[in-house]
């Protein structure tokens, strides 16, 4: 049976990919930062981890506790959406720790293991802020867009060693708790000018005409997982679809 470990799955897409995978027979390790306070009903097939990304000891230990992984999914991720100018840098700061520093570093601290058994998956989540440029995310979208010219970079170094490192594009998901994990106001990121530019962008963000549910993350991952053509990129859900065709 093989072994799935993914981060930041306390709610939204990490969560709901943690589901799917156990749901199809997979040892799943759901890791998060307070496991005391998981959604999910553990089993012996699926385990939670404490696990905090951008500290390098509790990568460690949740790795030595989660034993031999077949496939690392990145998801953990954190969002800012504002004017840059108003943007608290320390925020951006800890945008950058979480989304591509915790991402190399997981990425880092997975390799050895994968290497010595020559086989192994790595499921990278970003965004399609990298794909079309979506504004008033301008750090979020850096922070993510580091991790596309990462994942292709890294590609290519760890093929020869059996291991594939791929790319998950989810468009936006209104239903994940990612817009309510900030502790930002938007009136204090949007002040004028920016306001007035940001209402019709926020209006069309309360309805989107196309999004991303978590199932069609999970089912990406899957598909990412499982796919053995030499394909890297696999854009997740309705509006991300539409925007690669
Ligand atoms: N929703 C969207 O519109 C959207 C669109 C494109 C891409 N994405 C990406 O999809 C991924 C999942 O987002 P989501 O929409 O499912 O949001 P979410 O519901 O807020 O889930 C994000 C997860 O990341 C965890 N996390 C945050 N900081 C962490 C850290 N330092 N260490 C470990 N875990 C941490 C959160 O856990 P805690 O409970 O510990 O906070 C939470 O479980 C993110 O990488 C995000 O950038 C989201």
Same mark, same amino acid.
């Given at each position: 049976?093989?072994? &799935?470990?993914?981060?930041?799955?306390?709610?939204?897409?990490?969560?709901?990919? !943690?589901?799917?995978?156990?749901?199809?027979?997979?040892?799943?390790?759901?890791?998060?930062?307070?496991?005391?306070?998981a959604?999910?009903?553990?089993?012996?097939r699926?385990?939670?981890?404490?696990?905090?990304?951008?500290?390098?000891?509790?990568?460690?230990?949740?790795?030595?506790?989660?034993g031999? &992984?077949?496939?690392?999914?990145?998801?953990a991720?954190?969002?800012?959406?504002? !004017?840059?100018?108003?943007?608290?840098?320390?925020k951006i700061r800890?945008?950058?720790?979480?989304?591509?520093?915790?991402?190399?570093?997981?990425?880092? !601290?997975?390799?050895?293991?994968?290497?010595a058994?020559?086989?192994?998956? &790595?499921?990278? &989540?970003?965004s399609?802020?990298?794909?079309?440029?979506f504004?008033?995310?301008?750090?979020?979208?850096g922070?993510?867009?580091a991790?596309?010219?990462?994942?292709?970079?890294?590609?290519?170094?760890?093929?020869?060693l059996?291991i594939a490192?791929?790319l998950?594009?989810?468009?936006?998901?209104?239903?994940?708790?990612f817009?309510?994990?900030?502790?930002?106001?938007?009136?204090?990121?949007?002040?004028?000018?920016y306001?007035?530019?940001?209402?019709?962008?926020?209006?069309?963000?309360?309805e989107?005409?196309l999004f991303t549910?978590?199932?069609?993350?999970?089912? !990406?991952?899957?598909?990412a997982?499982?796919?053995?053509s030499?394909r890297?990129?696999?854009?997740?859900?309705a509006?991300?679809?539409?925007?690669v065709?």
């Amino acid at each position: 049976m093989k072994t &799935i470990l993914i981060t930041g799955c306390s709610s939204g897409y990490g969560l709901e990919t !943690a589901r799917h995978f156990h749901a199809l027979g997979w040892n799943v390790v759901a890791t998060m930062r307070r496991p005391s306070a998981a959604p999910l009903t553990a089993s012996d097939r699926l385990h939670t981890l404490a696990l905090d990304v951008t500290n390098p000891d509790s990568i460690a230990l949740a790795l030595e506790r989660a034993g031999p &992984i077949d496939v690392l999914v990145n998801n953990a991720g954190i969002g800012l959406f504002g !004017a840059l100018e108003h943007s608290p840098m320390q925020k951006i700061r800890d945008i950058f720790e979480t989304n591509t520093l915790g991402t190399i570093a997981m990425t880092q !601290a997975a390799i050895p293991q994968m290497r010595a058994r020559g086989s192994g998956v &790595i499921v990278n &989540i970003t965004s399609t802020t990298t794909l079309a440029p979506f504004p008033l995310a301008a750090a979020y979208t850096g922070s993510k867009t580091a991790i596309q010219g990462f994942t292709r970079s890294l590609a290519h170094e760890l093929a020869p060693l059996g291991i594939a490192v791929k790319l998950v594009e989810p468009g936006y998901g209104p239903t994940t708790a990612f817009a309510q994990n900030t502790e930002i106001r938007l009136e204090d990121v949007l002040p004028e000018p920016y306001w007035s530019y940001a209402q019709p962008i926020l209006a069309g963000m309360a309805e989107p005409a196309l999004f991303t549910t978590e199932a069609d993350v999970a089912k !990406a991952v899957w598909q990412a997982v499982h796919d053995e053509s030499g394909r890297s990129h696999f854009p997740a859900g309705a509006d991300a679809l539409a925007l690669v065709a």
